[in-house]
């Protein structure tokens, strides 16, 4: 399968501990997005990547939240000194953008990393 | 982005068809109409997408209407796993084309 994938599936973690979670994404899309999805609620977007720079992040990515794509292919989701309001589903997508032509330039989503924080 | 509203819940039988509508009255000449599922626990799964002409993939076909203020997805013989959350989203041509989900419309296929 050559699909997103996300990794680990599933953490719990302590309160105030750092985690940090690692997407691959589809092979040759040079975008990369991450989402965040509490429950009950649709995804929210987080931030974006197009190769390796950074473009947008929300507000919602507050400063304990750092997310990096050095080489352009993986991308890594770092959250420091965790709370209990962490607790969520995070998403990765990407995508295979092109500027000329009007295409479409749609997502496709990993299957996200569970966040438990006690 | 545009704002999209689609009703919270829908209920339809196995092997009928699902017409799951969607408004987005606010649409801009700019902006695709993508639809998405996720079931449970999962992440969200592309479903389809369509500027003006109506479109058909292996999985769905969608309607929108001649002014592009409303769309429909239909799901021509609902199977009990295509029971899942789907959303109506608007976005970009160009840009950044982050996706705004609302609350979806949970469908429920009963057998």
């Known amino acids: 399968d050559t699909g997103v994938s996300q990794d680990p599936r599933h953490k719990i973690t302590k309160r105030g501990q750092n985690v940090t979670f690692r997407c691959d994404p589809i092979s040759e899309h040079n975008r990369l997005y991450w989402y965040r999805q509490t429950l009950g609620q649709g995804p929210e977007f987080l931030t974006y990547f197009q190769n390796e720079a950074q473009l947008e992040k929300s507000r919602l990515l507050s400063d304990r939240f750092s997310a990096e794509r050095p080489k352009g292919s993986f991308s890594t989701l770092e959250i420091q000194r965790t709370e209990q309001g962490d607790s969520a589903m995070y998403l990765c997508?990407?995508?295979?953008?092109?500027?000329?032509?009007?295409?479409?330039?749609?997502?496709?989503f990993g299957p996200g990393t569970r966040l438990t924080v006690l | 982005d545009a704002k999209t509203t689609q009703p919270p819940s829908m209920d339809c039988a196995e092997g009928r068809a699902a017409n799951l509508p969607c408004n987005h009255s606010t649409i801009s000449g700019n902006e695709y109409v993508y639809w998405y599922r996720q079931i449970h626990s999962q992440g969200p799964q592309y479903i389809i997408h369509?500027?003006?002409n109506n479109e058909t993939n292996e999985m769905a076909s969608l309607i929108i209407t001649e002014d592009r203020k409303s769309s429909t997805l239909i799901l021509p013989h609902a199977t009990l796993r295509d029971t899942a959350v789907y959303y109506c989203?608007?976005?970009?041509?160009?840009?950044?084309?982050?996706?705004?989900f609302g609350q979806g419309t949970r469908l429920t296929i009963n057998p």
């Open positions: 997508a990407s995508s295979s953008y092109r500027s000329a032509g009007g295409l479409a330039d749609t997502q496709y």
């Open positions: 369509g500027l003006k």
């Open positions: 989203i608007v976005s970009l041509i160009q840009g950044a084309q982050k996706l705004v």
